[in-house]
């Protein structure tokens, strides 16, 4: 019973490229997050999302989307990839955004742009 | 704005106790968390402070003090398994997580 899961775990691509990455939780929370870790290991948020509010990070390039069919699933889409967009993007939620809340995290994907 | 300091890297020996230090500097925030994370893996939470003072947690405690803008992490009777990094986290109002640059930690035999 995985409470976050993410697919691919990996993804190898070509520059400009685009493609996506899936999330979903099964811990009926109504918020989720995307994160970069890049390769200094330094994670960084990049939207979170709930029923009434996407908040992005304003250093996040408009390449990337998240989108999202139901409160469930978290879909990160990414367009023209780039060299720099090599890293591994976490998927996370917790229960309803709040700032004390503690967030879980997927197993993470590994993107690798060629 | 935030700004999270964390040593980079520590070392210590099974069956010690080291403690990780995390400095940040914002106007206000809700909670301090705590997470740890293995190579390769997704970071799992550990512990968060909302109010001043100690929270213990098995071999795991985490203090807060807000007036010195100061938390820090206790790990006790180390493991081999616990060589991992730590990241701490800082719960904005309004707004969310931001995380520390990380401790690497590693336990020696």
């Known amino acids: 019973d995985t409470a976050v899961s993410q697919t691919p775990k990996y993804l190898v691509t070509q520059m400009g490229n685009d493609k996506s990455i899936k999330c979903e939780q099964n811990l009926g929370h109504d918020t989720m997050y995307w994160y970069k870790q890049d390769s200094k290991k330094f994670l960084k948020i990049m939207f979170s999302?709930?029923?009434?509010?996407?908040?992005i990070n304003e250093t996040v390039p408009n390449r990337f989307s998240p989108k999202s069919p139901d409160k469930a699933h978290l879909n990160l889409h990414i367009n023209s990839l780039e060299l720099g967009d090599s890293a591994v993007y976490f998927c996370?939620?917790?229960?309803?955004?709040?700032?004390?809340?503690?967030?879980?995290f997927g197993p993470g994907t590994r993107l690798t742009v060629l | 704005g935030q700004n999270i300091d964390q040593p980079t890297e520590m070392t210590a020996t099974e069956g010690a106790i080291v403690q990780i230090n995390c400095t940040y500097q914002?106007?206000?925030?809700?909670?301090l968390f705590w997470y740890q994370q293995h190579a390769g893996e997704a970071p799992t939470f550990l512990s968060y402070?909302?109010?001043?003072g100690l929270e213990e947690k098995g071999r795991f405690s985490s203090f807060l003090s807000r007036s010195k803008g100061y938390s820090y992490l206790l790990l006790k009777e180390l493991q081999m398994k616990d060589s991992a990094s730590y990241l701490c986290?800082?719960?904005?109002?309004?707004?969310?997580?931001?995380f520390g640059p990380g401790t690497r930690l590693s336990v020696l035999p």
């Open positions: 986290a800082v719960g904005n109002y309004g707004q969310n997580f931001v």
């Open positions: 996370a939620s917790s229960q309803d955004g709040g700032a004390a809340d503690t967030q879980y």
């Open positions: 999302y709930n029923n009434k509010e996407l908040i």
């Open positions: 914002t106007s206000g925030f809700n909670g």
């Open positions: 402070n909302v109010l001043d």
